[in-house]
Structures are given as structure tokens and as C-alpha cells.
């Protein structure tokens, strides 16, 4: 799970300004893609054990949803706040889960 994490982080690089992000459409449609996979993946975490606590559950699921349902609608801003706020906290429950 957290390896999807580390391919967002690999894909962006050094390139950790929203600009450069805006300006890539392959690595937009990467990170698309990436949250497509990690959404469905919470979202079988959730149906399995609702109780299983990952702080950024919901917001992801709801980004794979959009992702997925509405391409023509998929706002930048939105998955690079994602990237940013969200992304983190999985990896920090992900390893508290493992451990």
C-alpha cells in the first residue's frame, strides 16, 4: 500500500511546486491513476473493517471516486491538495498498521 505513496513521491521528485505538477499531464494522469488504486484499496479496508483507523479513509475514497466518475471534471488544485495533506497521514497510519 505505501508503495503507491512512494510512487506519487518518485513521480513528482524534486518537483514539489503545484505549477510544474499543473503544467506535466503525464504526471497529473500518474497520480490519477495512482489514487484510482490506492482509493479502491481503502475502500476494500473499509467494506472488510470500518474500524480499521486511517485518519485520510474517506477523503481518498472520495478522490478515487471523482477520479474515476469524473474526468472531465477532475480539479488539480483538489489532488494536489490531496498529494499534500493526505498522502502523508496514510503513509504515517500504513506504517503504524504494519507495525
Given at each position: ?92 497510519d500504513i506504517n503504524a498498521l504494519m507495525?
Open positions: 500500500m505505501f508503495d503507491i505513496h512512494e510512487s506519487i513521491e518518485m513521480y513528482l521528485g524534486g518537483k514539489r511546486e503545484f505549477t510544474v505538477y499543473k503544467a506535466d499531464k503525464m504526471l497529473r494522469r500518474a497520480a490519477e491513476r495512482e489514487f484510482e488504486i490506492i482509493g479502491e484499496a481503502m475502500n476494500r479496508i473499509d467494506k472488510l473493517d470500518p474500524n480499521i483507523a486511517i485518519s485520510s479513509k474517506k477523503q481518498i475514497i472520495s478522490m478515487r471516486n471523482r477520479v474515476i466518475h469524473g474526468y472531465d471534471k477532475i480539479d488539480d488544485e483538489i489532488i494536489w491538495g490531496t498529494i499534500v495533506r493526505h498522502l502523508p497521514k496514510l503513509k504515517i507495525a
